[in-house]
Every structure is written in C-alpha cells, then in structure tokens.
C-alpha cells in the first residue's frame, strides 16, 4: 500500500517497500513519479523516477538530463552513490544499479530529444552492470529502435570509466578525461551521454551529450533518460 507525502509516494511503515518500478506497476500503480524502491538484499530504500507511461510503462529512470543543471564530470565514487536531482537530472549511482540489475531479466531503453524537439529511442532487450570488482562492467543485449541507431552496443562488455579511474581500453590516456564525461568507454566512444551539456551543435570533438549513430561527435542532445525494466 502506497501514499503521497510532499509530492512523494512510498509505502506505509511495517510495509515492504517494491524492489523496482516494475514491481509497482504489478502493483497497480498507473502515475509517473519519484517511488522509494528497495532492490532484495540493497541494505536501504531510495528515491527512483519510475516513468509508467512510455511503451507501457514500468521503467525504472537511472539517467536524466534535461538542461544542463547538474554537472556530470565526477569521479568514481560519486558515480558509485549517485548524485543529482532526482526531479530533474541524476545519476542514480552504479552500485544501486548493480543490485537493481541483479534481480532478474532486465532490458534497456533509451530515450533521447534535440533541440529541434525531434526524438529517437533505442532499446536494448538485455540489461545489466557487474559488481564494483568488475568496474561495474557493461552487459547489454540486442538493439532496436527507430532511427536512433546503435550507439551503445560497441560498449559491451566494457567496465566504466570515470575522470579519476581509467578502465577503458585506450592506451594513450583516459576517454573520461578526454571526453569530460563518464561512460563504459572502449578507445574511446560512440556514446557520451554523461559529457558536457553544450546545447546543440557543439565544436569541441565528441565531448558532449553525444549519440553518434543519430547526430554524431559534434551535436549534444537536449534531453536523454535512460531507463530499464524487468521482463517477465
């Protein structure tokens, strides 16, 4: 049983809180929001965007930008945690994303807007992070989508990489630093869309909020969300 206080909802004291977004849904909860959530074994409840419109909904929001509000060039262990404004834009942190993946079968859903308000999606029917010893590395499954295009699955099986931890393949440096952002970077990307926030056509090479199979190395979206959700 669920209720709203300030804008939030969560459950009542005594009650188990819902493991994800999915879960609520099951639960017959129809409206887009800020949930609390708690994965099994995660040691506590936490706020989580739960979208329970798009495709269906049941999509538990782990990335957002909207505006460039909140900068996301950090290191390793902010990108652990998780920082940010979970109204507006956040990272919900890897290590919560680990215990979330971890539950089950999950897929992946991406969606994306210029600034021209066109917007594409991609989709990925497969979904999952390691633990903190694989460097919360990248498990991801088979891509489809409108006209967005694939530009997360040469990323697969990579571990992520922040400013101050170089676990990327590139022999010459570190993508974060690089690139001004943090991803599962290769050598270096096809996706960055944890880089600058630079609003649109940018001069700077494939340091923005980039998706290159759309709009390529040079154009930073207006919006993304990346989202997952459970399958039955």
């Given amino acids: 049983m669920y209720c709203f206080l300030r804008g939030f909802r969560f459950s009542f004291l005594g009650q188990n809180f819902p493991r994800d977004c999915s879960q609520l849904q099951q639960d017959e909860v129809t409206a887009s929001g ?43 262990e902010k990108y652990k945690e998780g920082f940010g404004n979970i109204n507006s834009e956040y990272w919900l942190g ?25 917007t594409r999606y991609a989709h990925y029917d497969k979904f999952r992070i390691g633990d903190e010893a694989t460097f919360y590395k990248l498990i991801i499954g088979t891509y ?3 006209a967005a295009g694939d530009s997360l699955g040469g990323h697969r099986d990579n571990s992520f990489t922040t400013k101050d931890a170089d676990h990327d393949t590139y022999p010459n440096g570190n993508c974060a630093v690089s690139y001004k952002g943090a991803w599962w970077y290769t050598a270096c990307h096809s996706s960055n ?12 090479y494939a340091d923005g909020v980039n998706w290159f199979a ?8 207006k919006t993304t969300e990346m989202k997952i959700r459970r399958r039955p």
């Fill in 34 to 76: 800020v949930y609390l959530i708690q994965p099994v074994t995660y040691p506590n409840p936490f706020y989580v965007y739960c979208d329970m419109e798009t495709d269906g909904g049941g999509w538990t929001v782990f990335q957002r930008r909207l505006d460039g509000s909140v900068g996301l060039y950090h290191g390793w």
């Fill in 94 to 118: 890897n290590e919560k994303l680990f215990y979330l993946t971890a539950q089950g079968d999950y897929e992946l859903r991406v969606d994306m807007t210029n600034f021209e308000e066109e």
């Fill in 144 to 146: 489809s989508g409108d």
């Fill in 193 to 204: 869309l944890n880089g600058i926030y630079h609003g649109g056509d940018h001069e700077s």
């Fill in 214 to 221: 759309w709009l390529g190395h040079y154009y930073s979206l």
